[in-house]
């Protein structure tokens, strides 16, 4: 059965979509474990077919450090870390990307942290749950608090992107709406009220649209880029949580009814169950992100971060240092998703048709495999 569900999936993609990235990813999984006040909860990783899981974060550690009902996953790929959001408990922690072994605590949440994203900023911004501590809160990647970023707080919020112009959109999942703030973080109020129940996540296409994830509606709406109804994505789910966006076009939506990751193409016809019920003894999807496989290599030089000159800006040159041993130069997003691979032969490298914001650059050798950081600025 699981070889004829690939063969229809490897089918439609041939047809449809462009496949040179489907093996070079993986599907990473939070599981709040059918919100029960003692789990089971677990972080799971998924080949890109939903194939070999691999638990990095089992029930065992929730219970012995008191803390559960994981609700996001974010990758800081330059220091080989995994963030992971605690409801219960107040609290963000610091795993091995790799392993999943645990290293510390990264953050003390008193709201209840939910999804956390990196913005083109650097800081990571993170959602609170609580209908009293509930302003968007800037973290450094070290966990130090910059303090709240917006002017005032989403009750029982829950989803969280960025539109192009660097306005940032809020779910609240008890007030059915998605608020909108400038990108000074000034609250412009509700930007989506109406077609909602119980709203998760919200996403904004590259074309400017907006899926919102409704858990309670058990749909996924789409929304025009000034928050007008559009049409029902897909009404194929139940308690839709976790959206990401597949490397060859369509998204994977947790189907939280079924215990399921699902794939969905661009105009929302499903696909199949990518990761099948209950795999891996998955209960709940709450997070689903995607992310390079490549850079899960564990072998990253930290004492040789410096690639290309400078570091800001939309010119870049290779570092002498490297520019004999370097063989390729791939760059990544900040959702860990590969942008380009880089011509060396010039060693230069013209970025100006990119978005501004943050991205990693990954330099491979025979030897050694290490990233940088680089902010592209215009």
């Not at 998924?46 to 029930?59: A, E, F, Q, R, T």
């Not at 509930?134 to 990647?141: D, V």
């Not at 999942?173 to 909602?196: C, E, M, P, R, W």
């Not at 994505?233 to 399921?260: D, R």
């Amino acid at each position: 059965m699981k070889l004829l569900k690939l063969l229809s999936i490897c089918l439609i993609f041939f047809t449809c979509w462009n496949l040179s990235a489907q093996n070079d990813y993986y599907i990473y999984v939070s599981d709040a474990g059918g919100f029960n006040v003692d789990g089971p909860w677990q972080i799971i990783r998924y080949d890109l077919d939903g194939s070999n899981p691999l638990v990095l974060v089992d029930d065992t550690f929730f219970e012995s450090e008191n803390i559960g009902w994981p609700q996001d996953i974010l990758f800081l790929e330059d220091q080989n870390v995994m963030l992971v959001s605690c409801l219960v408990g107040n609290r963000i922690t610091k795993h091995n990307a790799q392993t999943g072994a645990y290293i510390e605590d990264f953050a003390s949440v008193p709201g209840g942290p939910t999804r956390m994203k990196l913005g083109d900023d650097g800081f990571i911004y993170v959602v609170q749950w609580s209908n009293t501590d509930n302003k968007i809160l800037r973290f450094q990647e070290d966990g130090t608090l910059e303090g709240a970023y917006t002017n005032i707080g989403v009750g029982t919020g829950i989803g969280i992107d960025w539109d192009s112009t660097g306005n940032l959109y809020i779910t609240s999942y008890g007030g059915n709406a998605v608020k909108q703030f400038d990108d000074t973080g000034v609250s412009q109020g509700d930007f989506i009220d109406s077609n909602l129940n119980g709203p998760t996540n919200v996403h904004v296409e590259d074309n400017g649209n907006f899926l919102v994830l409704n858990w309670g509606g058990g749909d996924v709406v789409r929304f025009d880029s000034s928050g007008n109804f559009l049409e029902i994505f897909t009404n194929a789910v139940s308690q839709p949580e976790g959206i990401a966006p597949h490397p060859s076009g369509g998204y994977l939506i947790g189907n939280g009814g079924n215990a399921s990751i699902d794939l969905f193409m661009e105009d929302g016809t499903f696909v199949d169950n990518v990761v099948e019920s209950g795999s891996s003894g998955l209960v709940q999807p709450n997070a689903v992100v995607l992310r390079d496989a490549t850079l899960g290599v564990g072998a990253v030089k930290k004492d040789k971060k410096i690639i290309v000159i400078p570091s800001v800006g939309t010119f870049f040159q290779l570092h002498t240092q490297h520019s004999l041993s370097i063989e390729s130069l791939e760059l990544f997003n900040l959702q860990g998703q590969k942008v380009a691979s880089l011509p060396l032969e010039k060693n230069t490298w013209d970025a100006s048709n990119l978005q501004e914001g943050v991205y990693f650059l990954k330099g491979t050798s025979s030897e050694d495999t290490y990233l940088q950081k680089i902010v592209v600025k215009k």
